[in-house]
């Protein structure tokens, strides 16, 4: 037996800390696998299914490995959880001493620098804005750590935030005057004194495509890089392996290069004047692109008069503004900075408007008054690939859904880590007896025009029988809003909508009332973790294909097609798939939960393809007949008040 199987064996060592705890096989054979993952330097695809136990199973052995280990998890929240909740635990159950630290993204921490500067520049701000920076300020004079999590009374997508953090564009690094009070270096430098340090995929993968946010630093010393949520990974690199030019990104420019003229000895006059071009450039262009709400291939607009005299303009004005502020780049960091943007914005501009890389595809996204403009690699797996070379370590990938019916084919190759072992650990639920698996007999296609009225007709007594306590789960938002409007008037029970309110606080609501509707698109179908009586039912509206009009996805078809491959089989169906078990997962959390997981779209039994999705999916109990549904609630409910009354 390994030191690490003798820890988890060791039930004195938990018990008391984790209520409940004891030794689980799978845990014990992940736990195994990664320990010798990390004795040999190798790299590991371990697929731990709901109740497993997996964040006990990496953690444990990388703690008690030599030399420092990096864990990237798949959001900020889980970040979170992990180092305040999980480690502590942990650690205290080893009771060994380690060194943790929880590094984020920049834009997470006050920019002393930057609040000063805008504290002085009130021109730039709303009312609301003022008031924010106000309490910003306030807060700045005590807290420790600089992260803006701990100010909870402002919210998290508030106007001030862009004010007072700083971006890898805008940061004037060391030569910035409040280095030595920057929270940024500090977190950095507690990082890389750390043994084990917890980021998320976006910050790991910010540095490996663009360098200098702090993680760059901590790779050469690692020994280990273990991925939670390994499942977005592709998505995730995409996004950071290509490029993005947004209204934003060219308002802040303007913005700040006025704010740093103020503290030099610019032409102010002629620097506005400049700015104020760039920022009619702007707009020109996103009113050229058409209605908000868009999300399409450059080409279906670079052809447009319209659009091309716009990208010219902005690129002219850019220019312009480069050229202006070169003269002042000398005269001060933050001008340098300044110059140093206009310079490659431009240049990112320029590589849009040439629009031609075989392994790039250019599109755009229209807001009401904003626009991105996006180059995303159609294949990351050459590039992460590279990247993986540079460092030799271990890298270990773990999630609940890697693979299509068992197969880790698709995942593998979207990264290119084909030299991975893999390891499927199925999970201990009992899901024939803890839940049921509905698909209703009398519905239209998703196709058709009627599909979400029907839909909604038919869900109501689901949701009824259920007592609320209900995800209702999307594809898209247009039928989110419409079942939302069906919804209103025919349940009694609280309605909560993506959209009417922040993600958190729907979670909070839903939580508390604790028989609520809750309706959501994608954000909802992965990383939410409600236990208990709340959550007694998950409806998923249809299968999660890729919207045909989704560029990216679009090209990557078009690209599987020159190839001489099949879309459908080898991206659009596994892609489903596991999309669908996300969202299937939310239900089951635990050994204790109960409930009824609803996939309303008939294409999931009359098409061939459906059986991929049943054979990926837990071994459920399946019905087409509501009275099962109905029975099977009444059961729970029976359960609950019988376990209430022994109690």
């Known amino acids: 037996m390994s030191r690490v199987e003798r820890v988890l064996c060791d039930d004195e060592r938990f018990a008391s800390l984790i209520p409940g705890f004891a030794p689980r096989a799978p845990q014990l054979e992940m736990a195994k696998a990664v320990e010798q993952a990390l004795s040999d330097s190798s790299a590991l695809v371990v697929e731990a299914e709901t109740g497993t136990g997996k964040t006990l199973a990496y953690l444990v052995p990388a703690l008690l490995a030599d030399g420092p280990t990096i864990i990237s998890t798949g959001t900020k929240s889980l970040q979170e959880q992990l180092f305040f909740r999980d480690l502590p635990v942990v650690l205290k159950a080893l009771g060994v001493h380690r060194r943790v630290a929880l590094l984020k993204g920049r834009a997470n921490y006050l920019c002393p620098y930057r609040l000063q500067l805008h504290l002085e520049e009130a021109r730039f701000q709303t009312r609301d804005t003022a008031l924010q920076m106000q309490v910003v300020a306030r807060w700045a004079a005590r807290t420790a750590s600089g992260d803006i999590a701990e100010l909870r009374e402002i919210p998290e997508d508030a106007p001030v935030w862009p004010w007072v953090t700083s971006t890898a564009e805008n940061c004037l690094g060391q030569d910035c005057p409040e280095v030595t009070n920057c929270p940024v270096m500090r977190a950095r430098q507690e990082a890389q004194e750390a043994d084990l340090v917890v980021v998320n995929h976006h910050l790991f993968f910010a540095n490996a495509a663009l360098k200098g946010e702090g993680v760059t630093e901590l790779l050469p010393a690692a020994n280990a890089v273990i991925f939670d949520e390994a499942h977005q990974l592709p998505d995730v690199a995409a996004t950071f392996f290509g490029s993005t030019l947004s209204s934003r990104q060219l308002q802040e420019l303007c913005s700040d290069a006025m704010s740093e003229a103020a503290h030099s000895s610019v032409d102010v006059q002629g620097l506005s004047a400049h700015t104020s071009a760039l920022e009619r450039s702007a707009a020109d262009l996103r009113i050229a692109l058409g209605h908000d709400g868009r999300k399409e291939t450059w080409s279906a607009v670079s052809s447009i008069a319209e659009v091309i005299k716009a990208m010219e303009a ?81 890298w270990i990938f773990t999630s609940a859904t890697l693979s299509v019916a068992g197969n880790f084919s698709h995942f593998i190759e979207r990264l290119g880590i084909s030299d991975a072992a893999t390891l499927r650990l199925e999970s201990p639920f009992d899901f024939r007896r803890q839940a049921v698996l509905y698909v209703p007999e009398d519905l239209p296609t998703p196709d058709m025009p009627d599909y979400t009225s029907r839909l909604v007709d038919n869900m109501v007594p689901v949701i009824e029988s259920a007592r609320g306590r209900t995800f209702f789960l999307f594809t898209s938002h247009r039928a989110l809003r419409e079942a939302a409007e069906l919804l209103r008037g025919q349940i009694e029970y609280p309605l909560l909508v993506q959209g009417e309110a922040g993600r958190r606080q729907l979670l909070e609501e839903f939580r508390e009332h604790g028989n609520a509707v809750l309706l959501g698109t994608s954000s909802f179908w992965e990383g939410i973790d409600v236990r208990g009586e709340a959550l007694s039912c998950v409806i998923i509206d249809r299968l999660p294909f890729a919207s045909p009009g989704d560029p990216v996805a679009a090209a990557r078809i078009e690209r599987i097609k020159r190839e001489r491959g099949n879309p459908f089989r080898d991206y659009q169906l596994p892609q489903a798939v596991l999309t669908l078990r996300q969202g299937a997962g939310r239900l089951i959390r635990d050994i204790h939960d109960h409930g009824v997981l609803v996939i309303a779209d008939p294409r999931l039994i009359d098409k061939s393809y459906g059986k991929l999705f049943l054979d990926s999916l837990p071994s459920m109990t399946r019905t087409r007949k509501p009275e099962v549904v109905e029975r099977f609630f009444r059961y729970i409910e029976n359960r609950g008040n019988l376990e209430t009354a022994g109690n």
């Open 314 to 394: 902005l690129a002219q004005t850019l220019l312009a503004l480069e050229e202006f502020l070169e003269p002042y780049s000398r005269s001060s960091r933050g001008m340098e900075s300044c110059h140093r943007r206009a310079s490659e914005q431009r240049a990112s501009l320029q590589r849009f408007q040439s629009g031609h890389d075989d392994n790039l595809v250019f599109w755009f996204e229209t807001f009401k008054r904003a626009f991105l403009l996006h180059a995303t690699p159609l294949s990351v797996a050459e590039m992460f690939d590279a990247h993986r070379a540079q460092q030799r370590c271990s």
